[in-house]
Nanobody
Framework: QVQLVESGGGLVQSGGSLRLSCEAS????????MAWHRQAPGKERELVGT???????SYSDSVKGRFAISRDKFKNTVYLNMNSLKPEDTAVYYC?????????WGKGTLVTVSS
């Protein structure tokens, strides 16, 4: 049984920063990649960025240059460092892990950016 638990969400002012964490747990997990997605109120879930376990990253155009994804392989944890936050970044942020070809999702953490 794989579990993903996100943390670090909260309320921040526009222009501020926040760091999200997501830890994967379970027996004999082998992560090939992890990703952050987000879903704003009334909108579809969208990809924020991905990181392979080798360390390669990619980002959506909307967050490129402001957000950075990193991972700690030994802790099976991925981080999302968010800078220069905008009100349009307000969303529930979900992490996803690909393990043995199957995608597993966390329950999400809410990020609210006030103007």
């Amino acid at each position: 049984q794989v579990q993903l638990v996100e943390s670090g969400g909260g309320l921040v002012q526009s222009g501020g920063s926040l760091r999200l964490s997501c830890e994967a747990s379970g027996s004999r997990i082998s992560i090939s990649a992890m990703a952050w997605h987000r879903q704003a109120p009334g909108k579809e879930r969208e990809l924020v960025g991905t990181i392979t376990w080798g360390g390669d990253t990619s980002y959506s155009d909307s967050v490129k240059g402001r957000f950075a994804i990193s991972r700690d392989k030994f802790k099976n944890t991925v981080y999302l460092n968010m800078n220069s936050l905008k009100p349009e970044d307000t969303a529930v942020y979900y992490c996803k892990a690909r393990i043995f070809g199957i995608d597993h999702w966390g329950k999400g953490t809410l990020v609210t950016v006030s103007s």
